[in-house]
C-alpha cells in the first residue's frame, strides 16, 4: 500500500495509519489492481510447487498472480486489515482452491514453522507496526533456502515515498536485512506502463 489514509506514529518514522471498512473499499477502488502486483509475481520466479505467503496482501490481487503460477504448491495472504480479507474473498471466485485468506500481521504470523517457501510483501513494509519483530516472523515461517521478497513503488527518486526514517531507500532496506542476518540480497528494478518497482531479493539466514 502507498497511500496515506489516517496517520499515527510508530518506531520507524514512516507513519501507520488506520484502516478501517469504508478506507479499506476506497482502497480496493483506487489501488486493488495496481501494477506493482503484476511486476512483482512475474519477476520473482514461481514455481508450480511453491508455497508463498503474501505478507499485508491487501485485495489479494498478487496472491490471486500467484495461485495461478503455484498450482501444485499453495498461496496464503494475510492482512491485518478484516474488510481487506473480507474484500479478497469476495473478489476471489471458487476457482482458487489452493489459494486462502486470513487476518493475521507480520509481527505474528499466523502460520507454523517452516511453512511457507517463500514469503512476499508489497508496498506494506511500512505498514509493519514493527518491521524487526516482523523480519524474525519471515524467518520462522519460511523454509531453510526461503525467499524474503520485499518490493515498494519506485516513488521519489531512489526513495519509496514513505517519508524519512531507516525504510526510506533501497540501501535501507538492504541495510536492515543485513542486520537481520538474510543472506543473497540483491535488488533489481522492473517497470511497466509507466511504472516502476524496486524489488529487494534475500535468502533465509
Same mark, same amino acid.
Given at each position: 500500500? @502507498?497511500?496515506?489514509?489516517?496517520?499515527?506514529?510508530?518506531? %520507524? $518514522?514512516?507513519? *501507520? @495509519?488506520?484502516?478501517?471498512?469504508?478506507?479499506?473499499?476506497? /482502497?480496493?477502488?483506487?489501488?486493488?489492481? %495496481?501494477?506493482?502486483?503484476?511486476?512483482?509475481?512475474?519477476?520473482?520466479?514461481?514455481?508450480?510447487? #511453491? +508455497?508463498? +505467503?503474501?505478507? $499485508?496482501? $491487501?485485495?489479494?490481487?498478487?496472491?490471486?498472480?500467484?495461485?495461478?503460477?503455484?498450482?501444485?504448491?499453495?498461496?496464503? !495472504?494475510?492482512?491485518?486489515?478484516?474488510?481487506?480479507?473480507?474484500?479478497?474473498?469476495?473478489?476471489?471466485?471458487?476457482? /482458487?482452491?489452493? +489459494?486462502?485468506?486470513?487476518?493475521?500481521?507480520?509481527?505474528?504470523?499466523?502460520?507454523? #514453522? *517452516? =511453512?511457507?517457501?517463500?514469503?512476499?510483501?508489497?508496498?506494506?513494509?511500512? %505498514?509493519?507496526?514493527? /518491521?524487526?519483530?516482523? +523480519?524474525?516472523?519471515?524467518?520462522?515461517?519460511?523454509?531453510?533456502?526461503?525467499?524474503?521478497?520485499?518490493?515498494?513503488?519506485?516513488?521519489?527518486?531512489?526513495? @519509496?515515498?514513505?517519508?524519512?526514517?531507516?525504510?526510506?531507500?533501497?540501501? %535501507?532496506?538492504?541495510?536492515?536485512?543485513? *542486520?537481520?542476518? @538474510?543472506?543473497?540480497?540483491?535488488?533489481?528494478?522492473?517497470?511497466?506502463?509507466?511504472? !516502476?518497482?524496486?524489488?529487494?531479493? =534475500?535468502?533465509?539466514?
Amino acid at each position: 500500500m @502507498f497511500v496515506k489514509p489516517t496517520q499515527g506514529h510508530d518506531d %520507524h $518514522g514512516a507513519g *501507520q @495509519f488506520t484502516w478501517d471498512d469504508k478506507t479499506a473499499e476506497w /482502497y480496493a477502488a483506487e489501488y486493488g489492481d %495496481h501494477i506493482s502486483n503484476d511486476l512483482t509475481i512475474v519477476n520473482i520466479g514461481l514455481a508450480p510447487d #511453491d +508455497l508463498l +505467503l503474501d505478507i $499485508g496482501c $491487501g485485495t489479494g490481487t498478487a496472491a490471486r498472480l500467484a495461485a495461478e503460477i503455484c498450482t501444485a504448491g499453495k498461496v496464503i !495472504g494475510i492482512d491485518p486489515t478484516a474488510a481487506m480479507i473480507r474484500i479478497a474473498w469476495e473478489e476471489t471466485d471458487e476457482n /482458487y482452491t489452493n +489459494l486462502k485468506f486470513m487476518v493475521g500481521c507480520a509481527e505474528k504470523i499466523p502460520l507454523a #514453522d *517452516q =511453512s511457507v517457501t517463500i514469503a512476499t510483501t508489497i508496498n506494506s513494509l511500512h %505498514h509493519w507496526e514493527d /518491521y524487526k519483530k516482523g +523480519l524474525v516472523e519471515v524467518v520462522r515461517v519460511l523454509r531453510p533456502d526461503g525467499s524474503f521478497i520485499i518490493v515498494n513503488d519506485i516513488v521519489d527518486g531512489d526513495t @519509496f515515498g514513505h517519508g524519512y526514517g531507516p525504510l526510506e531507500k533501497p540501501v %535501507h532496506i538492504i541495510s536492515i536485512l543485513e *542486520q537481520a542476518e @538474510f543472506i543473497d540480497i540483491s535488488l533489481e528494478k522492473y517497470n511497466k506502463e509507466g511504472a !516502476g518497482i524496486y524489488l529487494i531479493r =534475500s535468502k533465509k539466514p
